[in-house]
């Protein structure tokens, strides 16, 4: 069974960090497109960012740029998102989700498997 699993969210002040991680089982995620995305309350899903099987990463979200890196331990089939300087903005649910392909695209209705998400709560 293919399965995502999004773990490492939690509550932190703003100026914080968090590493947000997503295992696979039934899957090798190496061989996949990586993406991050989030919902605020209130607000659609985003992308947040995206890594391929090339190990090539795509920036979604200009609001996290220089402050968000995504990166993949193949090792250990997780791949992460490495969060820091975190502002209250960034209050949101994280999902994962993977893709077969060789490029990262912003739509949520081309991502077919999504985990169930891990809770960011940024508070100043």
């Known amino acids: 069974q293919l399965q995502l699993s999004e773990s490492g969210g939690g509550s932190v002040q703003v100026g914080g960090s968090l590493t947000l991680s997503c295992a696979a089982s039934?899957?090798?995620?190496?061989?996949?497109?990586i993406g991050w995305f989030r919902q605020a309350p209130g607000k659609e899903r985003e992308g947040v960012s995206c890594?391929?099987?090339?190990?090539?990463?795509?920036v979604f979200a200009d609001s996290v740029k220089d402050r968000f890196g995504i990166s993949r331990d193949s090792a250990e089939n997780t791949v992460y998102l490495q969060m820091n300087n975190l502002e209250p903005e960034d209050t949101a649910v994280y999902y994962c989700?993977?893709?077969?392909?060789?490029?990262?695209?912003?739509?949520?209705?081309?991502?077919?498997?999504w985990g169930l998400g891990t809770q960011v709560t940024v508070s100043s």
């Open positions: 039934g899957l090798t995620l190496d061989t996949y497109a």
């Open positions: 989700a993977f893709r077969y392909g060789s490029y990262c695209p912003k739509e949520l209705n081309t991502w077919p498997a």
């Open positions: 890594i391929l099987s090339s190990g090539e990463s795509t």
